[in-house]
């Protein structure tokens, strides 16, 4: 690591520049100034293969960012009595995120955060849920809520199954679901629901259904099925 800094103002205005590699994964660049009178900073952030690890714990986010891989470039302000504020762009390279109330974690993660304010925005990030591939859009608030939504692509019922920890059911069913996730409430704790639901004539037992359904909600990390249609 290496850089240099300015002192200017009679010591009111900091100027710095930093640039190197982390222990684990990436490089950066950090430049930015200082007000030590106010306590007003302002920094930009440039990142290259930064470990997905080290965003997590700059940025409170409800998803523990477990593995994988980051670019991106930030302006990071910081201000006495105040939230941190973002301006930029991330890049998530094959990362592995987990929500604590979800049985599976969200794995081979790919896609673009944008950063505005206290908010990060998800936009059609791509990744696999247990085995079932999904694609994620929405917003978090790091001061406020989360609001996102998760929508998975036609799979046998099965991978669905497994992927929420459902029961194995007790007669014979063939069919392919697609599920609709959301994320919504406040970021400490954070309301899991969602809705499955037959792309396909299914199979059950000797009956054959179609438009089939069944909606549910994620309390304690304990699945809680609210309605069926058939």
Do not use: C, H
């Amino acid at each position: 690591t290496s850089g240099k800094s300015r002192f200017l103002n009679n010591n009111k205005l900091i100027q710095f520049e930093t640039q190197g590699s982390l222990v684990k994964a990436g490089d950066f660049t950090l430049k930015g100034e200082s007000r030590p009178d106010t306590g007003q900073i302002n920094l930009a952030v440039s990142g290259n293969k930064i470990g997905a690890a080290e965003l997590g714990r700059l940025i409170q986010l409800p998803l523990l960012l477990q593995a994988g891989l980051v670019d991106g470039n930030l302006d990071i302000s910081i201000a006495k009595d105040k939230p941190l504020t973002f301006s930029g762009t991330a890049t998530l390279n094959q990362v592995t995120a987990r929500l604590a109330q979800l049985p599976q974690p969200f794995s081979q993660t790919n896609g673009q955060l944008r950063f505005k304010g206290t908010q990060v925005q998800l936009e059609k990030v791509t990744t696999l849920f247990g085995k079932v591939p999904a694609v994620a859009n929405g917003t978090i608030d790091t001061q406020a809520d989360i609001n996102l939504t998760a929508q998975t692509k036609p799979v046998d019922l099965p991978k669905i199954l497994q992927a929420f920890n459902f029961p194995k059911l007790p007669i014979p069913v063939l069919a392919e679901v697609q599920t609709a996730l959301q994320v919504t409430g406040q970021l400490a704790k954070p309301i899991v629901s969602g809705q499955v639901k037959t792309t396909k004539v299914a199979q059950v037992d000797r009956l054959n259904l179609q438009n089939d359904s069944a909606t549910f909600r994620l309390v304690d990390s304990k699945i809680t099925i609210i309605n069926i249609l058939a």
